[in-house]
């Protein structure tokens, strides 16, 4: 049963960083795009970052771009996010979410992926 496990939420002054985490519990050799979405009350969710297997290939918010920076350890299922520069507008939940592809741009661009986290929650002040 395969789930997304998210960790690092919290809260940051404008300006500072955050540092999120989502574990992938199974993987069963299936390569799978990686990333992160993001939804604040009223909005429309918004995809921030996803990483393709290997880390080869990438794709960013252009709201994001320079300021965040998606990895991951292939060895250990996960997926980072390094936030630096927060702005009060990064306030959100962020969710991560998976798909069984090595090929993220369509999701990244669609918001459809096979797993979604329960959401960790960034607050910016």
């Known amino acids: 049963h395969v789930q997304l496990v998210e960790s690092g939420g919290g809260s940051a002054q404008a300006g500072g960083s955050l540092r999120l985490t989502c574990v992938l519990t199974?993987?069963?050799?299936?390569?799978?795009?990686m990333g992160w979405y993001r939804q604040t009350t009223g909005k429309e969710r918004e995809g921030v970052a996803t990483?393709?297997?290997?880390?080869?290939?990438?794709y960013y918010a252009d709201s994001v771009k320079g300021r965040f920076t998606i990895s991951r350890d292939n060895g250990e299922n996960t997926v980072y996010l390094q936030m630096n520069s927060l702005k009060p507008e990064d306030t959100a939940t962020y969710y991560c979410?998976?798909?069984?592809?090595?090929?993220?741009?369509?999701?990244?661009?669609?918001?459809?992926?096979?797993?979604w986290g329960q959401g960790t929650q960034v607050t910016v002040s």
């Open positions: 979410v998976a798909a069984r592809t090595n090929h993220c741009g369509w999701h990244f661009q669609s918001g459809v992926f096979d797993y």
């Open positions: 199974e993987s069963h050799n299936v390569d799978y795009c």
């Open positions: 990483i393709a297997t290997g880390g080869g290939v990438t």
